[in-house]
C-alpha cells in the first residue's frame, strides 16, 4: 500500500467547556441594594468562569430583565472594595465584577460628574489591573481613598 493511501488522522475541533452558570446581573443588583452577602455575590460570579487559556478567563452574563438603569456610585465601589479586604471576594472575582459592569446596559454612572469620574476610572482599572495596578490589598485601601476623596496615590 503507497502512503498516498495512508488515512489521515482526524483531528477534532477544539471544544470549550461547558459554562457552570452564568453570572447574573441581577445577583450584583441584590447585593447593591443589601439583600444578599458579599460571599453570595462572590459564589455567584465564581461560579460562571471558565479559564480557557494560562491567563484568560471567559464567562458569560444573565441580563437584567426588567432592563431598568441602576446607578452605580462611588459608595458601592468602597463597598465592594471593604469586602474584598475582607476575602468575602476574591481579587480574580472583583476584576470580573469590574468588566461585567463596564459592559452592562443596565449599570450606568455619569462620567461628567466627580463621582462617576471615579466609578469609571476604578472600574477601568480593576478590569485592566495588568495595564494599572494590581489589585492587592494596599492598593485597595488607596481605591477606597482615592473613591472617598479624589486623592489618587496607587503603587505600581
Known sequence: MSDWLTPIRQISPIR???YKKKMKESVLR???DKEISAIALNQDVDESQIKTG???TSLEIEIMEDNDEYIITTEHLIELAADTISNKITFQNLATIAFAL????CFIWDSE???GERVAK???EWDNE???YPIDYTNLNLWSVYLKTGEH???R
Open 16 to 18: 470549550y467547556p461547558a
Open 30 to 32: 441584590k447585593y447593591f
Open 54 to 56: 494560562f491567563d484568560t
Open 102 to 105: 463596564e459592559g452592562s446596559d
Open 113 to 115: 460628574t466627580k463621582d
Open 122 to 124: 476604578v472600574l477601568f
Open 130 to 132: 495588568i495595564i494599572n
Open 153 to 155: 496615590n496607587l503603587n
